[in-house]
T-cell receptor, first 110, second 111 residues
Framework: DVKVTQSSRYLVKRTGEKVFLECVQD?????MFWYRQDPGLGLRLIYF???????EKGDIPEGYSVSREKKERFSLILESASTNQTSMYLC?????????FGSGTRLTVV | QKEVEQDPGPLSVPEGAIVSLNCTYS??????FMWYRQYSRKGPELLMY????GNKEDGRFTAQVDKSSKYISLFIRDSQPSDSATYLC???????????FGPGTSLSVIP
């Protein structure tokens, strides 16, 4: 089975901090995604990547950036964390059979 | 109009009931359809995956796609308290497209 691992389950950060969320997949998938999930708003796509060093903006990229230096690793960066970025962040890896999600990182910005 | 619509619930049923979860969509180009189950504070996990129209069964779960009506369903037979979760439908046009998710339906199965 494909495994997608997110490095942290819970994070608490201060406003203005630079935050790194890490995601690693073990099945050599080309396509990786970052979503945030908020009550009533569902899953919203932040960024995705279809190859190493390639990235594409999703629906809500403002305040975020990403890095994909290696195929298995896709990082989400909050340049200057704000309270409205408090959310559940989900990383996913895609194959022809659909998405595999990580367990999520619940980020609280105080 | 949103591309994918799903009643958010919450839906509460007694143990052993048959549950029907549904999504409607507007883009007739969607070909691949999935159902994800998400337990509280966890990431979604793939439950069922179907291509084009028809039915697919896996144990107590049956996924149904009606492309003519742009309507997909997930049926759960003999529902269990462990089925209590949020169920998300998802779909896409080709393997090169991003996946579109429904907002999810919250289900509680009461013992």
């Amino acid at each position: 089975d494909v495994k997608v691992t997110q490095s942290s389950r819970y994070l608490v950060k201060r406003t203005g901090e630079k935050v790194f969320l890490e995601c690693v997949q073990d099945m050599d998938h080309e396509n990786m995604f970052w979503y945030r999930q908020d009550p009533g708003l569902g899953l919203r796509l932040i960024y995705f990547s279809y190859d190493v060093k390639m990235k594409e903006k999703g629906d809500i990229p403002e305040g975020y950036s990403v890095s994909r230096e290696k195929k298995e690793r896709f990082s989400l960066i909050l340049e200057s964390a704000s309270t409205n970025q408090t959310s559940m962040y989900l990383c996913a890896s895609k194959s022809s059979g659909g998405y595999t999600f990580g367990s999520g990182t619940r980020l609280t910005v105080v | 109009q949103k591309e994918v619509e799903q009643d958010p619930g919450p839906l509460s049923v007694p143990e052993g009931a048959i549950v029907s979860l549904n999504c409607t969509y507007s883009n007739s180009a969607f070909q691949y359809f999935m159902w994800y189950r998400q337990y509280s504070r966890k990431g979604p996990e793939l439950l069922m995956y179907t291509y084009s129209s028809g039915n697919k069964e896996d144990g107590r779960f049956t996924a149904q796609v009606d492309k003519s009506s742009k309507y997909i369903s997930l049926f759960i037979r003999d529902s269990q308290p462990s089925d209590s979760a949020t169920y998300l439908c998802a779909m896409w046009k080709t393997s090169y497209d991003k996946v579109i998710f429904g907002p999810g339906t919250s289900l509680s199965v009461i013992p």
